[in-house]
């Protein structure tokens, strides 16, 4: 791992330390009378949470508390979409000051509205993950998470800005530009999907920038889309960092519901003091324990213009209770290891891309970015990992490629209990991510190959 020194050479500063390192029981008093608040202002904003509520025999806040949480109703993405533009709104319209989302289904986005308050607490929250990566007021934040109704740039923007650090507004794409100002102005945090750190990273050597010629950097605060244990450590090696992990989503308030810090990075601290956190048996919705991966659900205790009770994301993680070294009291969530909706049923076999991604990156002799083809021409339902060879800067492996293919081949098969082919393809063809959230599978039916120089036979 790279060792980062920071300028005080101590453990960086919490944004918010009275609320980070709160004593757990402190906090369960807190997260309970946020809860009864925020029910009776479900109840008094009417509509569908007020109705699910009311089905569930729940007339007052006085009546929840963190103790029966569990049989309070959930909430999901279809609701957002049923009330789609502004439904679910516990404010009048008027107190809305901006709405962000992510692209749904279907060409309609998922959209989610914040009053003022949400803003300033949606600041506060990627103020508390930036000062987690070891930033604080003079460091130079190079934002190249896309600006628009995504809320990653937006986001991150205003945290930096609410730490007192310099955001530089680059958003995503023209990655020569990017590399010009990173050699410019000289920033210590780079923050971006963890695909785009790659390309960026790659961008940056081939124009001479890297740790040993000066590159800048020190930490990289990446989310918005899964990734390994095994990417961070592609990306750690290729620009010089340490990589975090930072995650959230619209619905809740976007980046800053969870994120790792910098003396540990291993796992991120969710902000459960703003946002309750539970993992639930994806199939039944029954809590899963300590420890034990299940589908996040997040209660928004605070927020204002659109509070959502038991949020179903889709999401699967674990939760893990204790104090982390860095002093934050606050609950750790395990990296994503897959969406609900994500898992891939192959020849009846269920299997997560991380699963894959975990095995393919292991070896040292492949090129970060992959694809991996479903085949399902003339009735076929195959898996076809797409990789180049070779061209990871810090490869080193003796194998061959016809070895390479082999050897992933019988991992694939010993971990997963699947054959998947392995394709290496010629060096530049996987498709880059510039902006936006990396493409990991591609249905192939008929036609051209997703990806050129894969064999059509
Ligand atoms: O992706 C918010 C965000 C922006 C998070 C920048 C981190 C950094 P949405 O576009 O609404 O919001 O997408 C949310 O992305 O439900 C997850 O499936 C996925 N996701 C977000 N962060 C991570 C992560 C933003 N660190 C959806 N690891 C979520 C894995 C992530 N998946």
New binding site residues.
């Given amino acids: 791992m790279v060792e980062i020194s920071f300028d005080s050479g101590a453990t960086p500063a919490m944004f918010e330390p009275a609320a980070e390192s709160m004593p757990r029981e402190e906090r369960a008093e807190l997260q309970g009378k946020r809860l009864c608040g925020l029910v009776d202002r479900l109840i008094a904003a009417g509509g569908l949470q007020a109705g699910r509520l009311a089905e569930a025999g729940v007339t007052s806040g006085a009546q929840v508390s963190l103790d029966n949480l569990a049989e309070l109703p959930t909430t999901g993405k279809q609701d957002l979409w049923d009330g789609y533009p502004f439904g679910l709104l516990a404010v009048p319209r008027s107190d809305v000051v901006a709405v962000h989302?992510?692209?749904g289904t279907g060409g309609r986005p998922?959209l989610v509205s914040y009053s003022r308050g949400d803003i300033t607490l949606w600041a506060r929250m990627c103020a508390r993950a930036l000062a987690a990566a070891g930033a604080g007021p003079g460091s130079i934040v190079h934002n190249a998470?896309g600006y628009g109704l995504?809320?990653?740039g937006v986001?991150?923007h205003q945290g930096a800005i609410e730490l007192g650090a310099t955001v530089v507004p680059v958003s995503g794409g023209m990655t020569a530009r990017q590399v010009t100002l990173i050699a410019d102005l000289k920033p210590d945090v780079l923050t971006c999907?963890p695909s785009y750190a790659i390309r960026l990273g790659e961008a940056l050597a081939e124009a001479g920038l890297t740790k040993e010629t000066g590159l800048s950097l020190k930490v990289g605060v990446?989310?918005?889309?899964?990734?390994t244990e095994q990417m961070r450590t592609r990306i750690d090696d290729l620009l010089g960092i340490r990589s975090l992990?930072?995650?959230?989503?619209?619905?809740v308030i976007?980046?800053g519901?969870a994120s790792e810090c910098v003396v540990a990075a291993d796992g991120?601290h969710v902000n459960e003091d703003h946002f309750l956190v539970e993992t639930l048996d994806p199939v039944t919705g029954e809590p899963t324990g300590d420890g034990m991966a299940g589908e996040l659900a997040f209660t928004t205790l605070t927020k204002e213009a659109m509070p959502l009770l038991r949020y179903r994301?889709?999401?699967i993680a674990a939760l893990r209770h204790g104090t982390c070294e860095c002093g934050r009291t606050l609950v750790k969530m395990s990296?994503?290891t897959g969406?609900k909706d994500d898992m891939l049923v192959i020849r009846g076999v269920n299997v997560y891309p991380s699963e894959i991604e975990r095995v393919l990156l292991a070896e040292s002799a492949v090129a970060p970015d992959y694809l991996l083809v479903i085949d399902e021409r003339e009735g076929r339902r195959d898996l076809i990992a797409c990789l180049e060879f070779g061209t990871h800067s810090s490869g080193g492996s003796a194998l061959s490629e016809d070895s390479a293919r082999e050897v992933l081949e019988e991992r694939l098969r010993e971990t997963l209990g699947l054959r998947v082919d392995v394709a290496i393809v010629p060096p530049g063809s996987v498709p880059r991510t510039e902006v936006g959230?990396a493409v990991r599978v591609r249905r192939w039916s008929g036609g051209e190959p997703p990806v050129p120089g894969l064999d059509a036979s």
Avoid at 245 to 251: A, H, N, Q, R, W
């Fill in positions: 989302g992510s692209s998922t998470y995504f809320t990653g986001g991150i999907t990446f989310g918005a889309e899964p990734w992990d930072i995650y959230g989503l619209s619905e976007g980046p519901v991120l994301t889709g999401d990296k994503v969406r959230k």
